[in-house]
Nanobody
């Protein structure tokens, strides 16, 4: 089993920044992809950014150039630096770990990000 714990959400004004962190613990093996998804009320959950254990990244078009994902494999942590935040970025952000060997997906409990003046 894998446990994911997120931190760093909150309320920020448009144009501001937030940094989300996710710490993974449990039965983690080397080959995986960690990432962040978000879900706004009444909308589906969508990928925001992902990063493999080898460091390859991918981003949703809506956040390219504003968000940066990074990870520390030794500490099993992943971070999402969010700059130039917009009201449409408001959502619950969920940390995900996808085991590329077993295909299992693990999820954190989510952290609220609200962008509002």
């Amino acid at each position: 089993q894998v446990q994911l714990v997120e931190s760093g959400g909150g309320l920020v004004q448009p144009g501001g920044s937030l940094r989300l962190s996710c710490a993974a613990s449990g039965s983690i093996f080397g080959i995986n992809r960690m990432g962040w998804y978000r879900q706004a009320p009444g909308k589906q959950r969508n990928l925001v950014a992902g990063i493999t254990s080898g460091g390859s990244t991918n981003y949703a078009d809506s956040v390219k150039g504003r968000f940066t994902i990074s990870r520390d494999n030794a500490k099993n942590t992943v971070h999402l630096q969010m700059n130039s935040l917009k009201p449409e970025d408001t959502a619950v952000y969920l940390c995900n770990l996808h085991d590329l060997i077993t295909g299992y997906n693990y999820w954190g409990q989510g952290t609220q990000v609200t962008v509002s003046s």
